[in-house]
């Protein structure tokens, strides 16, 4: 076991201080799962990110919550399944995606442990400047620091930012992102210094288009890949009233290596503060991505190979736009350098915390804890993982993806409106789903399609 000398000699101070460990939990926007150097890519490197897993515990089947940003974070926030969880895709933010105040969700976990809480960067679930099921206070955070919208989020910036449910007016030209950091980073060091567990959530919008980057490191990356500054990356807030811009980048591709290298340094000093104020052996640090790998503002995942060579990538149901990375430290507990292939989920984080923190769980949660398996004891399997995901407000089924062991069904509407039959792959023998083995293998399609019809509730919009 770690540090056996090292952990007797301690042990008082250990088991005392394990009772209630800091959680933080760092997630990334449109992250591919080839986006990180732990992963495989290859053109840049991320050596702070990477440590979590280096000195931890590397998850290579671990899967988001959707396809794309909302339902994910709803998934997240609420640890219920896909096929049961209230939302189902990017719809109008303020009206469909709030979550129910009858739900005990993930920071009121921590806070009926005694912890404080705070949330920095795209909440994704409705409006954070008004008052209201919306706002990310009335669900457990003690702060909130961000964007005021899902939307607003696509520029990093905007003429506002919020905190604590209001506006703060930003001068023209200042990367909103850094000043989001700066308040996380503050939210650790002050609970740090107080000898106060907490929970600190950081869903940054990096590295979501537009491909802002701070200027010094974009002119970094510029020189390194000059060949692209004939292109242009734009974007725009959708649905917007008209009052937030999104600046042009010159450069997309410079623009996304730096975002990516900016947002690592910050999780370096990060990292850096827990050694400093002798934290970091009790803090259970995850590192994630809401769903894969984007084709917007610019940005070429073909190029930087984003997404693994994985098969699809953000809004379709292939490995390619829901398994992302997951990289867990916990010095303590955690032995490092160990890699698992367990089949874990958003929806496991909110037991897991639970778990984590002795409190019990919500009903009609759906996850399983995988704290046993941090603690290399014995684990309980998921027997398939199931994800939906949906267009438009009224939330009609767009596609259907199921994980059992290793295989993976996968179908998708057809423009009639029409459900087509089921594909099926084996992803142990074809990782990258090329082909479907439907026809040779019926009596898996009917079994998957059986889970597919157990998983899933309709929504009052939907039918079947």
């Known amino acids: 076991m770690k540090k056996l000398f090292l952990l007797l000699a301690l042990a008082p101070v250990l088991l005392k201080a394990q009772e209630k460990p800091n959680v933080i939990y760092i997630l990334a926007d449109d992250l591919g799962l080839g986006d990180l150097s732990i992963y495989g890519q290859k053109k840049f490197q991320t050596p ?14 671990h899967y988001s919550g959707n396809t794309v940003c909302s339902p994910s974070r709803a998934v997240l926030m609420t640890g219920h399944q896909p096929g049961a969880v209230y ?43 008004v008052k209201g099921n919306a706002n990310p206070l ?10 005021k919208s899902q939307m607003i989020a696509h520029t990093y910036y905007p003429t506002t930012y919020v905190h604590n449910g209001k506006e703060k007016p930003l001068k023209k030209g200042t990367y909103v992102h850094d000043i989001i950091m700066n308040h996380a980073m503050q939210f650790i060091e002050s609970n740090a210094k107080s000898k106060t567990p907490f929970f600190c959530y950081i869903p940054t919008a990096v590295p979501h288009a537009a491909m802002h980057a701070p200027k010094e490191l974009h002119s970094k990356w510029r020189k390194k890949f000059p060949q692209f500054d004939q292109i242009t990356g734009k974007y725009k807030i959708h649905r917007g009233d008209g009052t937030e811009t999104v600046p042009d980048v010159i450069n997309p591709i410079a623009g996304f290596g ?14 850096a503060l827990l050694d400093h104020y002798q934290i970091a052996d009790n803090t259970l640090v995850i590192f994630a991505s809401d769903n894969g790998a984007h084709r917007e503002g610019g940005h070429d995942p073909d190029f930087w190979n984003s997404t693994a060579s994985l098969r699809g ?7 390619g736009g829901i398994r992302t990375p997951m990289l867990v430290r916990w010095p303590a507990i955690v032995d490092a350098g160990r890699t698992t292939d367990h089949l874990s989920a958003f929806w496991d984080i909110l037991p897991t915390m639970a778990d984590l923190t002795k409190q019990p769980v919500p009903d009609k949660v759906d996850g399983i ?41 996968y179908r998708q509407t057809q423009k009639s409106g029409e459900m087509p039959p089921l594909e099926i792959y084996n992803l142990k023998s074809d990782p990258f789903e090329k082909k479907n083995l439907a026809k040779e293998h019926p009596e898996i399609v009917s079994q998957m399609l059986g889970h597919i019809k157990a998983a899933r509730t309709p929504l009052p919009s939907q039918t079947e």
Not at 52 to 60: A, D, Q, R, S, V
Request: hydrophobic fraction near 35%; charged fraction near 25%.
């Open 48 to 61: 702070n990110i990477d440590s979590i897993g280096t000195e931890g515990l590397k998850f290579t089947a």
């Open 313 to 319: 990538m953000k809004r379709d149901m292939h490995e």
């Open 138 to 147: 009335n669900h457990g955070f003690d702060e909130f620091v961000g964007w």
């Open 369 to 409: 804890s995988f704290l046993p398996l941090l603690k290399e004891q014995e684990q309980k399997k998921h027997d398939f993982l199931y994800f939906e995901f949906c267009k438009g407000d009224r939330q009609t089924i767009f596609s259907q993806a199921l994980r059992k062991g290793d295989w993976k069904a």
């Open 258 to 271: 730096a975002m990516v290298e900016n947002l690592d340094n910050q999780i370096g000093d990060i990292l």
């Open 87 to 129: 939302l189902r895709g990017n719809v109008t933010e303020n009206e469909v995606a709030p979550l129910d105040p009858k739900l005990t969700v993930l920071p009121e976990i921590f806070k009926a442990a005694g912890y404080n809480t705070g949330a920095y960067g795209k909440w994704g679930l409705g409006f954070t400047h």
